[in-house]
Nanobody, 128 residues
Framework: QLRLVESGGGLVQPGGSLRLSCAVTSEFPEDFGEYYTIGWIRQAPGKEREGVACIEDAGYITKYADSVKGRFTVSKDDAKNTIYLQMNSLKPDDTAIYYC?????????????????WGQGTQVTVSS
């Protein structure tokens, strides 16, 4: 069973940057031999969850929601079992709880309905 832990959230002014991290751990080493997509999904107060970025297991193919394209970049460091979300030119509309989640079928889809295993989330607040 994979465990995902997000970090890096916080308060930032409009136009600023943050980098979120998602550390993937498991008590079973064989879990790391499986193929899975990692997605970043956010939920703002009173709104539905929105998939913003995802990266397939090999790390070559990424997808982004139109709302973040050109501002957010997802990447991974397999040696550290960590996936990153670099967020630049942040806007107040980016304020949300950000979750990383794993799709154990490695389908590389943005929608939150594709994901099986979720982290606890990290709060991002963009405000002056």
């Amino acid at each position: 069973q994979l465990r995902l832990v997000e970090s890096g959230g916080g308060l930032v002014q409009p136009g600023g940057s943050l980098r979120l991290s998602c550390a993937v751990t498991s008590e079973f080493p064989e879990d790391f031999g499986e193929y899975y997509t990692i997605g970043w999904i956010r939920q703002a107060p009173g709104k539905e969850r929105e998939g913003v970025a995802c990266i397939e297991d090999a790390g070559y193919i990424t997808k982004y929601a139109d709302s973040v394209k050109g501002r957010f970049t997802v990447s991974k460091d397999d040696a550290k079992n960590t996936i990153y979300l670099q967020m630049n030119s942040l806007k107040p509309d980016d304020t949300a709880i950000y979750y990383c989640a794993a799709d154990l079928d490695d389908k590389n889809m943005l929608g939150p309905e594709w994901y099986d295993t979720w982290g606890q989330g990290t709060q991002v607040t963009v405000s002056s």
